[in-house]
């Protein structure tokens, strides 16, 4: 504190805010170079989709749609082939006791999009959950 004497008021004392403001700026400085060293947030690893059909567990259920010869389209679940008429009740079968009900699609690269989307409604009604669809990226591990 300092003190000061006016001429005719007496002393007066007040508050000396130099030192106090070398303070703060210091402070200032600290926080500055602290805070971006602290790390925000968690690091997480993302899945990766396996590298081949090898890879898939026995409990994982894909089915393929396939160009045949002709103008046809063929159907598969994991190996076996299937007519279209019997990918309903062959899906219902397969998930009548499973916890998981999740299918993974797989379309020819000529077959249009919207008939792999009438199989994603046989999978819905079939009482599949989940429906991922593999596409070239995701199967060349991209």
Do not use: W
């Not at 508050?15 to 926080?31: C, Q, R």
């Not at 690091?43 to 396996?50: K, N, R, S």
């Amino acid at each position: 504190m300092a003190m000061t004497s006016n001429g005719s008021k007496g002393m007066t004392s007040e508050i000396n805010v130099t030192p106090l403001i070398d303070v703060l700026l210091v402070l200032l400085i600290i926080f500055m170079v602290i805070v971006p060293v602290v790390p925000r947030g968690m690091e997480a690893l993302v899945p990766q989709p396996p590298r081949n059909d090898r890879d898939l567990s026995p409990e994982t259920v894909v089915v393929s749609v396939l160009r045949s010869v002709g103008s046809g389209l063929a159907y598969r679940i994991n190996s076996t082939d299937v007519a279209q008429a019997d990918l309903l009740p062959r899906l219902t079968s397969i998930y009548a006791n499973r916890a998981q009900r999740v299918m993974f699609i797989k379309g020819d690269d000529d077959v249009s999009f919207s008939q792999v989307a009438q199989v994603i409604d046989i999978a819905h009604s079939a009482g599949v959950d989940n429906v991922g669809v593999m596409t070239p990226k995701i199967l060349a591990g991209q």
